[in-house]
């Protein structure tokens, strides 16, 4: 178990809000387009068969799923139980065993080297303090297991979304790394200083009929997008950030037809914690 005993109420207040955004709109509709490139890209580097996976942030279970189609003994954890109903759901339909458990990556409930494997998949990327949440991941992690990690690269299109919504929405309180620096090679290798670090680039696909089609999906589904659009919209600042998105998905889109194509930077990030 975590020794943290006490969390200062504002880690405490900003962690609530976390659980409500990722609650609003429909992740669950969102994960549907990052099923594949991502998993792949652990199941691929990792062996996880017969290996005691715990997947931190899990959402609605895509690498818990996948884990546990390859052979892993799964479990996953989360800060919000409603994507963990959605997993549960899934993972029955699927005929697949997997322990899901609600709670936080920088408090993980579980005993010191417990699990072979740790993984997370554009999710402790989103916990607000990276030193805390990394000492988890290795503390539950077996010496000489494997952590991995997928994070969205903070010069793709994912990256770039944050840091241009971060100029527009209250500034953070100090204690929150942005979570664009997950997707920075320096701050990772800074982060997991002393471990053997392996980081290699891949991306998820993001295909639509229009940048229109694209862009109302994100706002009605995506919680992050949907609160920044909320709220900048009763402050009358709302089209100005959505001109902005618009420039940049223009920039990123691979398509000539008239649709979208955007393949979205990720990196995996493969640690093997010194012990
Ligand atoms: C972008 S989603 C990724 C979900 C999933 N891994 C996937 O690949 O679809 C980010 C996830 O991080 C979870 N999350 C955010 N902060 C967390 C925290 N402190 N502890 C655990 N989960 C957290 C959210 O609830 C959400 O499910």
Redesign the pocket.
């Known amino acids: 178990m975590s020794t943290a005993t006490t969390t200062p109420p504002a880690v405490v207040a900003l962690?609530d809000q976390?659980?409500a955004?990722?609650?609003d709109g429909n992740?669950a509709a969102?994960?549907e387009h990052?099923?594949e490139a991502?998993?792949a890209a652990i199941t691929g580097a990792v062996d996880v068969r017969g290996r005691d996976l715990l997947?931190?942030?899990?959402?609605?279970?895509?690498?818990?799923l996948a884990a546990a189609r390859a052979g892993a003994r799964v479990t996953g954890?989360?800060?919000?139980p409603e994507?963990l109903d959605v997993a549960r759901t899934r993972a029955r339909a699927d005929g697949l065993e997997i322990a899901w458990t609600t709670?936080?990556?920088?408090a993980l409930p579980y005993d010191n080297g417990q699990f072979d494997v740790v993984t997370?998949?554009?999710?402790?990327?989103?916990?607000?303090r990276a030193e805390i949440?990394a000492s988890e991941l290795r503390r539950v992690c077996r010496p000489d297991g494997r952590i991995a990690l997928?994070n969205w690269t903070a010069d793709g299109l994912i990256g770039r979304l944050f840091s241009v919504m971060g100029r527009y929405m209250p500034k953070p309180p100090e204690f929150v790394t942005p979570p664009p620096r997950w997707g920075e090679e320096a701050f990772l290798r800074e982060l997991f200083a002393g471990d053997e670090v392996q980081i290699t680039r891949g991306a998820n696909p993001f295909r639509f009929p229009d940048l229109e089609s694209y862009m109302t999906f994100f706002e009605e589904n995506?919680?992050p997008t949907k609160r920044a659009k909320e709220r900048l919209t009763a402050e009358g600042r709302w089209d100005d950030l959505r001109a902005e998105l618009a420039e940049l998905y223009t920039e990123l889109n691979q398509a000539t037809d008239g649709t979208l194509h955007i393949e979205s930077d990720f990196f995996l990030v493969s640690v093997t914690p010194a012990g």
């Open positions: 962690k976390h659980r955004t990722w609650a992740y969102v994960a990052i099923i991502p998993a997947d931190v942030a899990t959402g609605t279970g895509n690498l818990a954890l989360d800060l919000v994507l709670g936080d990556a920088e997370s998949v554009f999710g402790v990327q989103f916990a607000p949440v997928v995506y919680g």
